[in-house]
């Protein structure tokens, strides 16, 4: 039996479920990766949007750092917020949660964490 530490990343996001599984392939076949894919329903006042769930583990077989695993959870939802034409995502990682967003009006500072900085936070 093989282990790891218990590391999960996932990037919540709006779109279509479809092209995000394409989006998630198109990705894994550049990066040698493996996510797993969820649909996600977003209500919120005022109305409600489809999305995904899109996780990553350390996978015992190929076991990565945080830091590793988290660049490539951001990566993948840079790589999701293109194909799926949103403007924002979140990557929930197991001691900090990152909003990224290129909307201007909802640009907010961001503390410096450990998931990095995808330049698109001002102050």
Same mark, same amino acid.
């Given at each position: 039996?093989?282990?790891?530490?218990?590391?999960?990343?996932?990037?919540?996001?709006?779109?279509?479920?479809?092209? $995000?599984?394409? *989006?998630? =392939?198109?990705?894994?076949?550049?990066?040698?990766?493996? %996510?797993?894919? !969820?649909?996600?329903?977003?209500?919120?006042?005022?109305?409600?949007?489809?999305?995904?769930?899109?996780?990553?583990?350390?996978?015992?077989?190929?076991?990565?750092?945080?830091?590793?695993? $988290?660049?490539? *959870?951001? =990566?993948?939802?840079?790589?999701?917020?293109?194909?799926? %034409?949103?403007? !924002?995502?979140?990557?929930?990682?197991?001691?900090?949660?990152?909003?990224?967003?290129?909307?201007?009006?909802?640009?907010?500072?961001?503390?410096?964490?450990?998931?990095?900085?995808?330049?698109?936070?001002?102050?």
């Amino acid at each position: 039996m093989i282990t790891a530490p218990s590391l999960t990343f996932r990037i919540w996001i709006a779109g279509n479920y479809g092209d $995000a599984l394409r *989006a998630c =392939r198109e990705f894994c076949s550049n990066e040698g990766a493996c %996510f797993a894919v !969820s649909r996600a329903a977003y209500p919120y006042t005022g109305g409600m949007e489809d999305g995904v769930c899109v996780t990553l583990i350390n996978y015992p077989r190929f076991p990565k750092s945080e830091a590793e695993l $988290a660049d490539k *959870a951001m =990566r993948m939802g840079e790589h999701l917020k293109d194909r799926l %034409f949103q403007d !924002s995502f979140t990557v929930e990682g197991p001691q900090e949660t990152f909003w990224a967003s290129t909307r201007a009006d909802n640009r907010t500072a961001q503390s410096g964490g450990k998931l990095g900085d995808t330049g698109s936070a001002e102050t």
